[in-house]
């Protein structure tokens, strides 16, 4: 019965023979089947045809859920740790987390227990509300209207008028959630924090899904970050200042410390070659110099130069008179 039960979740409708031949049972062993699930609580439609089917249909209130071994832990695992994830949701997950583990099976319950996670909630936080809200819009594709608070916590807000875009895509970054979409008035896409949202009544005009650059809204939003601009610096590379240096030490040293898109190879006597990249060149070459271990600058001359004034800005401030400053 939970086999069936998992294949009507993950089709839409079923063939009643099809479904037999699946569970490797009778016909008429599905129906009785279908039948006990249906005195669970589940709405089970039958459909017309040469040899029937059936349909899982969303009901009116909650049915006792089935799940086998790898789907509990999975659940409970997600509810552990759901308090990292930006969304004010920390007291409803450890009450799910509770009553899950609760009914769990002995087996299981060891298992979830073995893994201990302290979890360090977001100092900021998304209402569900508004999250629920953000995405729905961007499900039905319709445009979604919202004053922004631009300004940090604490410091003052400005809402501003109410901004219309056509949102794409919810992306969950480092703790916290973000709407890209697509601003008419700005014609380019846009990245805001959908903590500082505030969702007016729905618009109900629909729009045109736009292809997102790459195709992968979270690469994108990652990209953004990184500061890209152009749609070439967002495809053609993670970082808009990419540079090569070799480091007097070898791979092993600072491997641990290197990003996971950067490229790192050992030479032969005992230096390595890191090529890595930032948001400007004068960070590129602080990343390079936060080593602490000699290097030669390979190229381009962008990071040539930039290293030569951060060397002369470190020199400058390490001669500077300390009293000038208080």
């Given amino acids: 019965m939970l086999t069936l039960l998992s294949l009507l979740q993950v089709r839409r409708d079923w063939a009643g023979d099809v479904l037999a031949e699946r569970l490797d049972v009778s016909p008429r062993t599905v129906r009785r089947d279908v039948d006990r699930l249906r005195e669970l609580g589940y709405r089970i439609t039958s459909l017309r045809g040469p040899t029937g089917g059936y349909r899982l249909a969303a009901g ?67 209402d569900p509300a508004v999250l629920v809200a953000v995405s729905d819009a961007v499900r039905s594709a319709h445009v979604l209207r919202f004053g922004y608070t631009s300004a940090w916590p604490g410091v003052g807000t ?50 045109t899904p736009r292809p997102v650059p790459g195709g992968d809204p979270a690469a994108f939003v990652a990209a953004r970050f990184r500061g890209a601009e152009g749609t070439a610096d967002l495809l053609g590379r993670g970082w808009p200042c990419t540079g090569t240096a070799v480091l007097h030490v070898p791979a092993s040293g600072v491997a641990p410390y290197v990003d996971d898109d950067a490229v790192l190879e050992d030479l032969d006597d005992g230096t390595c070659r890191l090529t890595t990249g930032s948001w400007s060149w004068p960070a590129l070459a602080a990343r390079f110099a936060g080593f602490t271990v000699p290097f030669t600058v390979v190229g381009p001359e962008q ?6 004034a951060l060397a002369d800005q470190l020199r400058a401030s390490a001669d500077a008179d300390p009293a000038s400053a208080s």
């Fill in 158 to 207: 400005d809402d501003g008028p109410t901004r219309r875009v056509e949102p794409h895509a919810v992306v969950a970054r480092s703790g916290r959630w973000y709407l890209l979409a697509w601003s008419p008035d700005a014609d380019d896409w846009r990245t805001y924090r959908i903590d500082r949202m505030q969702p007016r009544a729905p618009s109900g005009l629909a729009f």
């Fill in 60 to 126: 009116s209130e909650l049915p006792p859920l089935l799940f086998d071994d790898d789907q509990a832990v999975a659940v409970a695992l997600a509810l552990a740790v759901a308090p990292a994830s930006g969304a004010d949701i920390a007291d409803a997950a450890a009450r799910a987390l509770a009553t899950v583990r609760q009914v769990m099976p002995s087996r299981l319950r060891h298992r979830i227990d073995a893994v201990e996670v302290a979890t360090a909630p977001e100092s900021t936080v998304v």
């Fill in 303 to 308: 990071l040539r130069t930039a290293t030569t």
